[in-house]
C-alpha cells in the first residue's frame, strides 16, 4: 500500500513541477519595445461573429473605430450570424463591415468565423485577423502592439484579455481573479519559455496566410482545437500583455455551467484527438514546443489535481485510523505538501500580478469552484451523451 502511495505522490508531482516551471517562466525577460517608435504597417481584419448582438454591438464597434491606429489600415468585418434582432443593421449603422449569414451549418462560433473568411480573405491582401467577441472592449492601443509583434516574425499573438465586470457577483469576481493568475502563468510563463500561450477565442491575432491554410478551429472549443492544429504546423501563440481587450463574464451560474460544460468536453475531446499526435510529432522532431503542447494536453486540470491529492490525502488518513499505520507520517506529509504547494500557486499568481485585496478574497472561495468544476467535468465526460454549443448572452440581457 506505502509503495502505491509513493507512485500517486510521485504521479501528482510531474504537473506540480510543471505548474511552477510556467510561473518561474513569468520572471524571465522579455524583448520589450516602445509602441510610438514602430510604424503602423500591418492590415488588419477585425473579425466579430454575432448572433443577436444588439445590446453590445454598436458600443463595440465604436470602440473600435476609435483605436489608436490609421483608420485605412483596419476594417472592422462582422458576421451576422443568423440574427433575428437588429445587430446587422446597429453594426452597419455605427461603421462595421456587416455580412448577414442565413444558410449553412449553424451553431457556433467557428461556423461563422469560417464562412466570413472565406468570403473576404481571398478579396483582401489582409496580414493578419484578429478575433474579438461581440462584446470585447479594446485598449486604444492593441492593434499597435500586435503591429509590433507581427513585424517581429510572430504568426499568433494572444492579447490579454481581461474581466470586465467583476463586480457583477461572485462567479464573475473569481473569474476575474482566475484569468489573472491564467494570464500571468498559462500564457506569459509559457510565453516566456518559448512554449505556445493559449488561443482564448478572444483578442487573438493570426497571420492571414496562416488562417487561410489551418482555417479556424472545429469542435466545441474550436480555439483550444486551433491552438493544437497550429502546433502541429509549428506556429506557437506569442503572449503580448500590452495587447489588452475587455469582456464579460457570466453572471449568474446557470449561464456558466452550460459554456463550463461545454469547454470541459470540447477541450477533453480535443485533447484525445491531437495528444498523441503531438507527442509522436515532437519526439520525432525533438521539438520542445510541441511536446510541451502534448504534455499539457495530458496532464490532468489543476482542479482535478487538487481533488486527488485531498482525496488521496484524506484515504491514506482514514485508511491509518481505521486499520492501524499503514501509510507512513512521511507520505501524508508529502500529500499535505503537495496541496498546501497547489493553494498556493494561485496567490503567487497574483502577488506576482500585484493584485487588489479583492482578487484574494475571490480566489479564497476557490476551493467550492473546485468540487463544481470538477463535478461538473465527469457530468460533461461521461455522463452526456452530447453536449451542445450554446451561445453565452451578454450585456443587458443577462438581466432580463
Known amino acids: 500500500m506505502a509503495v502505491l ?131 470585447t472592449q479594446v485598449d486604444p492601443d492593441f492593434l499597435s502592439a500586435m503591429n509590433v509583434r507581427l513585424l517581429q516574425g510572430h504568426q499568433a499573438i494572444q492579447g490579454q484579455h481581461v474581466i470586465s465586470n467583476p463586480e457583477g457577483g461572485w462567479f464573475p469576481a473569481l473569474t476575474w481573479a482566475l484569468f489573472l493568475v491564467d494570464n500571468r502563468f498559462q500564457n506569459l510563463g509559457r510565453s516566456n519559455l518559448g512554449f505556445s500561450a493559449k488561443n482564448m477565442g478572444d483578442s487573438i491575432c493570426i497571420k492571414a496566410d496562416l488562417l487561410r491554410k489551418l482555417a479556424w478551429g472545429s469542435g466545441l472549443t474550436e480555439d483550444y482545437n486551433l491552438r493544437q492544429k497550429m502546433l502541429l504546423a509549428g506556429a506557437p501563440i506569442f503572449y503580448e500583455p500590452l495587447a489588452v481587450a475587455y469582456g464579460e463574464a457570466p453572471r449568474k451560474w446557470s449561464e456558466a ?28 522532431d525533438k521539438d520542445p514546443v510541441v511536446l510541451e503542447g502534448a504534455l499539457q494536453a495530458l496532464l490532468p486540470s489543476y482542479s482535478t489535481l487538487t481533488m486527488i491529492c485531498l482525496l488521496a490525502l484524506m484515504l491514506c488518513f482514514a485508511a491509518n485510523l481505521l486499520f492501524g499505520p499503514l501509510f507512513p507520517t512521511a507520505i501524508l506529509v508529502a500529500l499535505a505538501g503537495i496541496l498546501a504547494l497547489l493553494f498556493i500557486y494561485p496567490l503567487l499568481g497574483l502577488a506576482l500580478e500585484r493584485a487588489p485585496l479583492r482578487a484574494y478574497l475571490a480566489i479564497l472561495t476557490g476551493p467550492v469552484y473546485i468540487v463544481w468544476r470538477t463535478f461538473l467535468a465527469i457530468k460533461s465526460r461521461y455522463w452526456y451523451k452530447q453536449v451542445a454549443w450554446i451561445r453565452t448572452p451578454h450585456g443587458k440581457r443577462r438581466d432580463e
Open 5 to 135: 502511495a509513493w507512485l500517486v505522490i510521485i504521479a501528482l508531482l510531474v504537473p506540480l513541477c510543471y505548474w511552477y516551471l510556467l510561473a518561474f517562466g513569468t520572471l524571465c525577460k522579455r524583448q520589450s519595445f516602445v509602441l510610438d517608435s514602430v510604424k503602423p504597417s500591418q492590415f488588419f481584419m477585425l473579425a466579430i461573429p454575432a448572433h443577436n448582438e444588439e445590446s453590445v454591438i454598436e458600443e463595440t464597434v465604436a470602440r473600435l473605430k476609435h483605436i489608436h491606429y490609421p483608420e485605412g489600415l483596419y476594417h472592422i468585418n462582422i458576421v451576422a450570424d443568423y440574427c433575428t434582432d437588429r445587430t446587422a443593421e446597429l453594426a452597419r449603422a455605427a461603421g462595421a463591415n456587416v455580412y448577414e449569414r442565413q444558410s449553412g451549418e449553424r451553431g457556433g462560433k467557428s461556423a461563422a468565423l469560417n464562412w466570413l473568411f472565406s468570403v473576404t480573405l481571398p478579396h483582401q491582401p489582409y496580414d493578419a485577423v484578429i478575433v474579438f467577441d461581440a462584446d
Open 257 to 284: 455551467r452550460v459554456q463550463r460544460a461545454r469547454w470541459l468536453r470540447g477541450t477533453h475531446d480535443s485533447s484525445r484527438n491531437y495528444a498523441s499526435q503531438l507527442l509522436k510529432q515532437g519526439l520525432h
